[in-house]
C-alpha cells in the first residue's frame, strides 16, 4: 500500500493512524475483548482490501474504517462495528461466508451477508440488480436493524466522498440517496443523517443551485444575526421567569429543505422567512407544556400552526411540540419544545437504543420501527418481483404523515392523502379485501376522500366484498396497492386455471381413442416429465388458459405418458363461453364479437382466450395451431359492446334524431364521434357511435331504426 505516489501521502501512516483513533474512540464504551475483535476485523479487512484503491486513490480500507468511526459516535456495539469494517468483504475480496463466521460468529457473518449486493450477472437489467439488492437487504434489516444502520453510515460516507466519481454515477447515487435512503433515515428517526443526506444529494443533483443557495444562506447569517439574538435573550428571560429550566438552541434549516419549501410555495430566497427555528429543551412532559404557555405569552401563536406530537408521535417514534409564532418585525419563529429524552430520540432515532440505553429497554423509535419493518416484510410476501416491492417501499416512504383514529380511539399513522381504502388495509389486509364504504367522523364519506389528521374512521366491511382495480388510482400507502394487487393477480391465475382445466379436458376428449380421466397420477407423471419449473400441476393450468402453452401440445404428453393411442384426425371440439368472463376469456377490440356472431378463439401469450369474429382478417393470420372452436352459450345477461358508422346529412336535429332512435331500440350509447365528409356540394357527416347492446339481433333492430331516418344516407357495423 505504502505512499501515494501522486500525493506524497505515507498511507499505511495514515491508516495506522485512523485505526487508532477508531479503536480508542470504541474503547470508550466496549469491553477489551471486544476491542480485540475489532482489532482482529480490521486485520481481516485490511488484507481482504489489499491492493484495491477507491476512485479518489485512496486505499479501499480507508472506506470502511470511517464507516466504523462513524459507527462509534452512535456507540453500535461490537457486532455492528465489526460488520461495519468487514461490509465489503464479501463482494469485492474472496472472503466468503464461512471464513466470517469461523473467525467472528453467526451473527457477524449474517448482518456482512445483508449489507451486501448480489450478483448482476443473474438480472437482465441495472434496475432488477438494483431492486433485489433492495429488497435483500430490507430483508436483512428486518431480521436486524443493525443492517440499515451500518448501511446508512456507509451512504453517508459514500455521499461525502462521491466528487471523484463520473458526473452520471454521481447523479445516479445522489437520485437514489435521496428517494430511498434519506426517507429510511428519516423514518427510522436518524434526524441529522436524513438532512445530511438530503444536502449532499442537493449538492450533486444541482450543483449550481446547491451553490448559489448556499452563499444566500451564509449572508443571511450575518443580517439576521441581531435578530436571532434578540429571539434567544427574550425566549431565555421569559422561561426563567417562568422558573422553568431548558436549554436554548438556535436551529438553520438544511438547505434541500429551504430549495424544497422555495419550490413548492414559489417563493424567492428573500421570502423565505423561517430558515431559522428554535429548539427547547426540557427536563420532563409537564415542563415541555409549560414552556408552551410561557412561549405563547411572549409571542402570538400564528393559527393552524401547532401540532402535538408529545401527545402523538410520529411513525419513527419522534415526539415534539411544535409551534411556530410572530416574532419581532413580523418575523415567523419556529419553535420544538422536547424533553431530554425525546432529543435524542429526535436526533438518533433507533441509534438512541445504543447512543443512551440505561438498561435493556426497548424506546418508542425502536418500536415504531419493529412495526414498520414487519409491514414491509407483509408487502415483500405480496410482491411479485423486486421492481415492485421497490416501488411499494418508495410509496411507504413518503415523509408528510397523517394522523387518524380507529373507533376504539387507537391511533394510526397513514401517508400524507390516505383515503379510507388505506385506512382499512393498515388495519388488516382481510379488511381492505372486504371494505365497501366508511364512515369518518361517524357520517358516510366516499372511499376516495382524504382523510385528516384527527378523524376517527370506521370501515364498513362485507363478506361478498372485493377490491376494486379502480382503487389503485387514489390509495396512497404502499400496503394498500400491495394487498390490491396481489389479490387481483390471485384472482386473474384463479381464472386462468379454471380456463386450463376446461381446455386441457377438451384437448384430451378430443385426441383419447377411449375416454380419458387425467388423474392425480398423470398429472404428477407430467411435472416430472415436462415441469421442472413449476410448483404444481396448476402451474400448468394456468399457463394453458394464460395463452403460454398449448393444450393440445399438453394432451399429447400426457397421452403418451398414458400410454394411449392417439386418435386420428381428431380436433378439439367447441369451447362454451357465455360472454361475461373476466380475465382469460376477452372479446377482442379489432371485430367487437357479439352474441350471434360466429366466432372463434385464439390462444394469445398473456391473454389467455381471445374471442373474435370468423371473419376478422387478425384471426386468419393466428397460428392454426392456436386456434378454437368457440359456441356462445344460450344464456347471457350483459350487454356487448360495438362500434356503428353513420352517415349522414347535416341539418339541424339530425343528430338528436339518430340518438332518439339507438334509444328507442333499447341500445345505449357510450360515445358519439363526428367528422365532417361533405363532397360535391352536399353537407354530409359521419357518426361513429359505440354501442351496446344484446347481441346481433338486438343489433339488427338497431341498425334498421336508423335506416328509416329520412337523413341517414349509410349505416353499418364496423
Known amino acids: 500500500m505504502g505512499t501515494g505516489i501522486e500525493t506524497g501521502i505515507d498511507y499505511n501512516a495514515l491508516i495506522d493512524s485512523e485505526a487508532a483513533a477508531f479503536l480508542e474512540s470504541a474503547a470508550r464504551y466496549l469491553?477489551?475483548?471486544?476491542?480485540?475483535?475489532?482489532?482482529?476485523?480490521?486485520?481481516?479487512s485490511r488484507e481482504a482490501h489489499e491492493g484495491q484503491t477507491r476512485k479518489s486513490g485512496e486505499p479501499y480500507i480507508t472506506h470502511p474504517l470511517a464507516v466504523a468511526t462513524m459507527l462509534t459516535d452512535w456507540r453500535l456495539d461490537v457486532q455492528g462495528l465489526a460488520a461495519a469494517l468487514l461490509h465489503d468483504v464479501l463482494e469485492d475480496t474472496g472472503v466468503t461466508k464461512p471464513t466470517l463466521i469461523e473467525k467472528f460468529g453467526k451473527i457477524v457473518a449474517d448482518l456482512v451477508d445483508g449489507l451486501s449486493k448480489l450478483e448482476r450477472l443473474e438480472y437482465q437489467t441495472k434496475e432488477d440488480a438494483q431492486a433485489e439488492s433492495f429488497r435483500k437487504m430490507v430483508l436483512a434489516m428486518a431480521r436486524d436493524i443493525r443492517v440499515i444502520i451500518?448501511?446508512?453510515?456507509?451512504?453517508?460516507?459514500?455521499?461525502?466522498?462521491?466528487?471523484?466519481m463520473r458526473e452520471d454515477k454521481r447523479r445516479r447515487i445522489a437520485l437514489e440517496t435521496?428517494?430511498?435512503?434519506?426517507?429510511?433515515?428519516?423514518?427510522?428517526?436518524?434526524?441529522?443523517?436524513?438532512?445530511?443526506?438530503?444536502?449532499?444529494?442537493?449538492?450533486?443533483?444541482?450543483p449550481h443551485r446547491y451553490s448559489v443557495l448556499s452563499r444566500a444562506v451564509r449572508a443571511a447569517r450575518g443580517n439576521r444575526r441581531e435578530v436571532v439574538n434578540k429571539i434567544l435573550l427574550a425566549v431565555s428571560q421569559r422561561l426563567v421567569q417562568s422558573?422553568?429550566?431548558?436549554?436554548?438552541?438556535?436551529?438553520?434549516?438544511?438547505?434541500?429543505?429551504?430549495?424544497?419549501?422555495?419550490?413548492?410555495?414559489?417563493?424567492?430566497?428573500?421570502?423565505?422567512?423561517?430558515?431559522?427555528?428554535?429548539?427547547?429543551?426540557?427536563?420532563?412532559?409537564?415542563a415541555a407544556y409549560l414552556a408552551l404557555g410561557a412561549l405563547h405569552s411572549l409571542y402570538k401563536p400564528i393559527p393552524g400552526k401547532f401540532k402535538d406530537y408529545i401527545a402523538i408521535p410520529k411513525g419513527n417514534g419522534y415526539q415534539s411540540l411544535h409551534t411556530t409564532l410572530f416574532g419581532p418585525y413580523g418575523t415567523p419563529v419556529e419553535m420544538q419544545i422536547r424533553t431530554r429524552e425525546m432529543h435524542n430520540v429526535a436526533e438518533a432515532g433507533v441509534a438512541s437504543h445504543w447512543m443512551y440505553k440505561s438498561g435493556e429497554g426497548v424506546n418508542t423509535a425502536q418500536q415504531r420501527t419493529h412495526q414498520w419493518l414487519q409491514k414491509l416484510l407483509d408487502m415483500q410476501e405480496e410482491s411479485d418481483d423486486a421492481v415492485e416491492f421497490l416501488e411499494h417501499i418508495k410509496i411507504d416512504l413518503f415523509p408528510d404523515e397523517v394522523y387518524v383514529f380507529t373507533p376504539k380511539g387507537k391511533i394510526m399513522v397513514l401517508p400524507q392523502g390516505s383515503t379510507p381504502v388505506d385506512f382499512a388495509y393498515a388495519v388488516h389486509t382481510d379488511v381492505g379485501h372486504r371494505c365497501i364504504a366508511a364512515r369518518v367522523n361517524h357520517a358516510l364519506v366516499p372511499l376516495r376522500s382524504a382523510l385528516r389528521n384527527g378523524d376517527t374512521v370506521e370501515i364498513i366491511t362485507s363478506t361478498q366484498a372485493k377490491p376494486n382495480p379502480s382503487w389503485l388510482a387514489f390509495v396512497q400507502s404502499g400496503r394498500a396497492r400491495s394487498g390490491i394487487r396481489n389479490y387481483l393477480k390471485s384472482l386473474q391465475r384463479e381464472e386462468a386455471v379454471a380456463l386450463g382445466e376446461k381446455l386441457l379436458r377438451q384437448a384430451v376428449g378430443a385426441l383419447a381413442s377411449t375416454p380419458l380421466a387425467v388423474s392425480d397420477e398423470l398429472r404428477a407423471e407430467y411435472l416430472a416429465a415436462y415441469g421442472e419449473k413449476m410448483h404444481g400441476f396448476d402451474d400448468a393450468l394456468a399457463e394453458i388458459g394464460a395463452g403460454k402453452l398449448l393444450p393440445i401440445v399438453v394432451a399429447r404428453r400426457m397421452l403418451e405418458l398414458a400410454g394411449e393411442r392417439l386418435g386420428e384426425g381428431v380436433r378439439v371440439g367447441p369451447i362454451t363461453i357465455r360472454g361475461n368472463e373476466a380475465g382469460m376469456v376477452q372479446l377482442s377490440s379489432c371485430c367487437n364479437p357479439l352474441p350471434g356472431d360466429d366466432i372463434l378463439g385464439v390462444i394469445t401469450k398473456g391473454q389467455g382466450l381471445v374471442i373474435h369474429r370468423v371473419s376478422c382478417p387478425n384471426a386468419r393470420r393466428a397460428d392454426p395451431d392456436k386456434l378454437l372452436e368457440v359456441n356462445w352459450e344460450a344464456q347471457r345477461d350483459r350487454m356487448f359492446g360495438v362500434t356503428v358508422g353513420v352517415l349522414s346529412r347535416n341539418e339541424r336535429g339530425a343528430l338528436a334524431d339518430i340518438a332518439t332512435a339507438i334509444s328507442q331500440a333499447s341500445a345505449n350509447i357510450e360515445s358519439a364521434d363526428t367528422q365532417d365528409s361533405s363532397r360535391d356540394g352536399d353537407s354530409l357527416f359521419n357518426i361513429h357511435f359505440r354501442l351496446q347492446v344484446e347481441g346481433v339481433e338486438h343489433l339488427e333492430r338497431v341498425l334498421a331504426a336508423v335506416r328509416q331516418l329520412a337523413v341517414v344516407q349509410r349505416v353499418e357495423r364496423k
Open 150 to 164: 451500518v448501511k446508512l453510515a456507509d451512504r453517508l460516507h459514500n455521499m461525502r466522498t462521491l466528487d471523484s
Open 178 to 206: 435521496l428517494e430511498i435512503y434519506a426517507p429510511i433515515a428519516n423514518r427510522i428517526g436518524l434526524n441529522k443523517v436524513y438532512r445530511e443526506l438530503q444536502d449532499l444529494a442537493f449538492k450533486h443533483l444541482h
Open 243 to 286: 422558573n422553568i429550566e431548558a436549554t436554548i438552541k438556535g436551529r438553520e434549516k438544511n438547505l434541500y429543505s429551504i430549495y424544497k419549501k422555495m419550490q413548492e410555495k414559489h417563493l424567492s430566497f428573500s421570502e423565505v422567512l423561517d430558515i431559522y427555528g428554535f429548539r427547547v429543551v426540557v427536563n420532563d412532559i409537564p
Open 31 to 44: 469491553k477489551p475483548e471486544d476491542v480485540e475483535m475489532l482489532k482482529l476485523a480490521f486485520q481481516v
